[in-house]
């Protein structure tokens, strides 16, 4: 199965005990305030994915690490580069 498959299965399942409670489409006949509280939770579950998403990428943002040998091999190649453009006749 794959990850799309998975997700798509725990959001159906999410979405139909959402609709259950929301419409009461099995007479189990739950106190109305159960509805109230169901009503807005796919706007709660938004906000909240949203927030960890933002939490997420704005963590792994500041944990991410410096390449300190790439920097200075892409450096050194800028040089030669450049260099080379210059014995070409170009004029940087």
Do not use: H
């Not at 690490?65 to 940087?92: M, P, T, V, W």
């Amino acid at each position: 199965m794959t990850k799309l498959l998975e997700w798509l299965f725990g959001v159906s399942l999410v979405l139909a005990a959402w609709a259950v409670v929301s419409f009461d489409l099995l007479k189990l006949r739950l106190p109305q305030s159960y509805r109230e509280a169901a009503w807005p939770m796919p706007l709660y579950l938004l906000v909240s994915f949203g927030c960890y998403s933002l939490g997420t990428v704005g963590y792994r943002v500041a944990t991410f690490n410096d390449c300190d040998e790439a920097s200075a091999e892409l450096l050194g190649q800028i040089q030669e580069a450049k260099q080379d453009l210059r014995k070409k006749g170009l004029k940087i």
